[in-house]
């Protein structure tokens, strides 16, 4: 079976993916790619947005990296792996590098990837210094959620964790300095997806 091709986008607070993965949709607009975000994408996945983003419940670390894998295979199940299956192009906002960067290498959980998820062709890491992610959301008037709200510390060890994982699967992973405009970022990825866009027809 012909297989699509599964690019995602990953990074610490306000690196920038969202912008990103909304250009490179308009880009591929004509090969009516399939965009998702996690959490949420589908209803479940929303309301388990809800749960670990917003309520105000004590959620156990381990817990909550369930709550996010239970999502995420919900997603792969309805939407991710038939769009593959069907040769399409899927574009996701965060995937299951953030378990392992959040609740793996920030929280400490035991984390690894399940055979049952595929893995993406490609995945851009938006490397950003963790105070300057911050400050972009600040300036952008984002309300912090449950994860957003954890300390520099915390997300120092989701950076860092970001990096270790990249290093480990260099032809996965495509590093992109966010700092960047917007456009050259967008141009850096173009540059990346092209030979595999012009393989796929
Ligand atoms: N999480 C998620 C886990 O802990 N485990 C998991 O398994 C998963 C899936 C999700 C939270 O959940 C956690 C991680 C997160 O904390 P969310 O609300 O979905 O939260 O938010 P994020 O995924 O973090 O994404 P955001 O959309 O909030 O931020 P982005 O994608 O980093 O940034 P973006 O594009 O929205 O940009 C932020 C601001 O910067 C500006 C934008 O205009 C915007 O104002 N900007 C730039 N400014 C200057 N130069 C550039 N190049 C810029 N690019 C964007």
Redesign the pocket.
């Known amino acids: 079976m012909r297989r699509g091709l599964f690019i995602t986008?990953e990074?610490?607070?306000?690196?920038?993916?969202?912008?990103?993965?909304?250009l490179l949709g308009q880009a591929l607009a004509g090969r009516e790619p399939v965009m998702v975000?996690?959490?949420?994408g589908n209803e479940l996945g929303e309301r388990i947005?809800e749960i670990?983003?917003y309520g105000a419940m004590e959620l156990d670390p381990e817990a909550?990296?369930y709550l996010?894998?239970a999502?995420?295979r919900q997603l792969i199940a309805e939407v991710i792996a038939p769009a593959l299956a069907a040769g399409q192009i899927v574009v996701a906002?965060?995937?299951?590098d953030?378990?392992l960067?959040?609740?793996g290498g920030?929280r400490g959980v035991p984390t690894t990837w399940p055979s049952t998820f595929p893995r993406p062709d490609v995945t851009f890491l938006?490397s950003?210094p963790v105070e300057h992610?911050l400050e972009?959301?600040a300036?952008?008037g984002?309300k912090p959620?449950?994860?957003?709200g954890?300390s520099v510390e915390f997300h120092k060890r989701?950076a860092d964790a970001y990096e270790r994982l990249a290093a480990s699967e260099p032809r996965r992973f495509t590093r992109l300095d966010?700092?960047?405009?917007?456009e050259?970022?967008h141009m850096a990825v173009m540059e990346r997806l092209q030979p595999m866009l012009d393989a796929a027809g």
Not at 37 to 40: A, I, S
């Open positions: 986008f990074g610490p607070e306000g690196s920038g993916k969202t912008t990103q993965v909304e975000r996690e959490p949420g947005r670990v983003l909550e990296m996010f894998m999502g995420r906002d965060r995937y299951h953030s378990t960067a959040y609740q920030a938006l950003v992610g972009r959301l300036r952008a984002k959620d449950r994860v957003e954890e989701v966010a700092t960047g405009s917007r050259h970022i």
